[in-house]
């Protein structure tokens, strides 16, 4: 049967996002720690542990439980030569309190292909038995707690050879034989599906743990990660029972087994009611994107150990996951001190505060200095620049996260901005420069348009989030200078990008479509609302590539770039289901593009890297694609953006909690975000990717975790934020004086004052009480300010913290 078509867009809803779920304290990791250890000569003849992978084992401490298996099994610790090197690093892992247990094959097989293995027959028991014994026998009887049988039979065994009584029997006597080679040991067996049930209950002589799932990531949920062509099918389309009726079972360790389903409802009842006097594990290989929801996912299906790693099938236990330290913060597991503590997006806020603290210059005041390079690096003007978009990034950013405490620092940049704009035409137009000195107050002659529009909306934001008027004649000037952009030539319709700039861009239109729609909104201007639109036909028309369903770069340009596949995702999903470009497209044409841009944009943009600033590896997206043998850099900004578009896409749950995890290793202690992982020369053209403390960086990184983010790029927030509606403007407000120009002519007569706008009702009185003296309250007085948007929703502390 076709697909099922996706259901439309759900407008994000304004209520701060709710805390992740902790996750559960019960599950342990149950390692294969199938990799040599090294040792080094100590004092007194003796030999330390020096591998590394053995001792961040070590560090994770009790909650790790380690397979041993020196050679398919069990080696003399004494007479073979890597016996010593495995006592040395064992004592470390016991001293440590993680558990061990030593490694037992118990079938005949052979490799039919690289890596599959086809199971031909019991082992013999007596050999099997001896493995046990060597275990057992010291020195390593006194290191491990158990044995672990792998190869055990699943519940379809008997399909290839015996019968399923001889299976059990066969297990049964192995359970028996190692119990007795020493008491007390545990005793898991590895099905890597689900086992007959009556190999089950170690009251009775069952295993005390049964591996029931072995498999690749996309086998646990088909629908995990949800990164490739949309829709993907979900576990309950593929479970079918003996009756051929649909099934149905959420996302876990039972959803590829689909036939014979009635043959396990037993086994899958006992695990999640947790009667069935085992427990129950999973081994799952190739997750690429981190653990994502596995851990959670486990414990609901009632599994108590867990491993997720990123390495193939092809060798899944050679080497530890290159998110180690996230995965024992999924699993529930006290931080390891080998991993670096995570640091909070509140710390991320304050860095961002502190930088405006930073400016030299009188006139830019409040600025904040793009980047913070470190000491002895060329060019001074690194550590002096104040870019246009971080500034706006910043504003957004902290005004979204809603601490009023941080409301002086969105007005103080603001203010920063105003005064390096650009005035023309009798300070009825402003131009945002690209760039401005903070010292000598100077500024950049380019003008772009995309950083103008970011400028734009920050202004705009402020005024809908506070109803302060403060910056309205500021506002109107820089939706002037934008609207002019607008070249409505036959062979082009579309904003260029910038002055005396000839291309189009699809990240510019992007930026220009929210600042029109949401000025136009405030303005209740036509002439606004009619260029709004225009930047969405283009988005939706020549800037789209139908072929590869995905945005271009710009027009005629049909390479592609990150952000235009995240900011283009988030275009697609934040109109209001009946203005702008939702108007020519149905919602749920809307939806398939926004998911198959954010696939096209994971296929192509995907890296990991290794960020030396925290000593661990970052796993994100790279700014544009990689010509080959060209490293791809984590770009800590465009990153965060993606982690955005993925909270706005329904069906990218799990991707967004794996890319929050991935990109945590961008982050310093102070809560700055580097803009990339590692210095990195991108796209081809020499532009270099610095590894520096960035302002956009720990911008986007507070965006996307801010409580009130739905409101961000979100035309269904405009009126909810404040109930009724913002007061309508009858007349276009004069312009109020301008700040202090940075450029070389002498800044024009002040114009008169601009007077108060009128007050339409009661109810906006009230709402405005404050909006010029304190545009954001405290908490206390939220709830009779902003009763719509804030009611009841910050009580008890920062939510999403």
Known sequence: PPPPVPPPPAPPSLSPSPPPTPPPSTLHILLPL????????????TLNCSSSEWLAVADAGP???????????????????????????????????????GYVPTKESFEESPGFWVQTD???????????????????????????????????????????????????ARFASVRSARPGWTVAANSGSPPYYSMLDAATGGADLIVAFEQNATKWDPAWPALGSYPRPKCLDLIRTDARSQGAHPPGPWCPYCYNWDGVDAVVSAAAGGSSGSAFGALVYAANNGAGAVPAQAAAAGFSYIYVTDAPFESPWSALPSYWCDLLSAAGLPPSSSCPPLVSVA????????????????????????????????????????????????????????????????????????A??????????????????????????????????????????????????????????????????????????CFVGGANVAWCSTEHHIDIYFALSLSAWLRRSDALDSLARAAAAALVGPLWHAGEARFNQGLGDSSSALDCQTWGALFLLGHNATTGAAAAMPASERGERAASALAYMHS???????????????????????????????????????????????????????????????SLASGAVLYAANETVVNGEGATFFDWPSVASTAWRVLASAPFASIFWNESAYAEV???????????????????????????????????????????????????????????????????LFEGRLEGGDQRE
């Not at 493995?131 to 390593?140: G, H, I, K």
């Not at 800590?636 to 990109?663: K, N």
């Not at 007569?749 to 304190?774: D, I, K, Y």
């Not at 709830?783 to 719509?788: D, I, K, R, T």
Request: aromatic share 10%; glycine share 8%; with cysteine.
């Open 63 to 101: 909650g790790v439980t380690t397979i041993i298996n020196p050679s398919s099994g069990p080696v003399n610790a004494t007479t073979s030569a890597e016996g010593p090197a495995y006592m040395a690093c064992m004592r470390v892992l016991r001293d440590a309190g993680v558990r061990m247990l």
């Open 347 to 418: 710390t991320s806020a304050a860095w961002l505060a502190s930088r405006s603290a930073e400016s030299a210059s009188a006139a830019t005041a409040g600025s904040l200095v793009s980047y913070d390079p470190p000491a002895g690096t060329a060019g001074s003007w690194w550590r002096d620049r104040a870019y246009a978009y971080d500034q706006a990034a910043a504003a957004v950013a902290l005004l979204l996260h809603g601490d009023a405490q941080l409301q002086p620092t969105v007005e103080a940049i603001l203010q920063g901005v105003s």
């Open 420 to 493: 390096a704009l650009v005035w023309e035409q009798d300070a009825s137009i402003a131009a945002a420069p690209f760039y401005w000195d903070v010292t000598s107050g100077a500024a950049s002659a380019t003008r772009f348009t995309g950083a103008h529009a970011w400028v734009n909306y920050a202004f705009a934001l402020f005024e809908l989030l506070t109803g302060s008027r403060e910056h309205a004649a500021t506002l109107d000037a820089l939706c002037g200078w934008l609207a002019a952009r607008y070249d409505n030539s036959t062979d082009k319709e």
């Open 604 to 666: 192509t943009f995907y890296a990991k890297q290794q960020a030396p600033a925290t000593g661990r590896l970052a796993r994100g997206y790279a700014p544009y694609e990689a010509p080959p043998g060209q490293t791809k850099a984590v770009w800590g900004e465009g990153s965060y953006g993606a982690v955005l578009a993925f909270e706005r896409s329904a069906s990218h749950e799990a991707a967004e909690a794996d890319l929050l995890a991935g990109v945590a290793p961008l």
């Open 34 to 45: 199938y990799i040599y250890p090294q040792a080094v000569p100590g004092p007194g003849g």
């Open 122 to 172: 019991f082992r013999d028991a007596s050999e099997v038995d001896a493995m046990v014994a060597l275990w057992a026998a010291e020195p390593f009887g006194s290191l491990l707690e158990g044995i672990f049988l792998d190869e055990a039979s699943n519940m379809w065994s008997h399909n290839s050879f015996n019968t399923s009584d001889e299976h059990v029997a066969y297990y049964r």
């Open 722 to 788: 404040n109930g009724t509606g913002m007061p309508t403007y009858t007349a276009a407000p004069t312009a109020q004086p301008p700040p202090p120009s940075l450029s070389p002519s002498p800044p024009p007569a002040p114009p008169p004052p601009v007077p108060p706008p009128p007050v339409p009702s009661p109810a906006w009185r009230r709402r405005g009480a404050h909006r010029c003296s304190r545009p954001l309250l405290p908490k206390a007085a939220l709830s009779a300010e902003w009763p719509v």
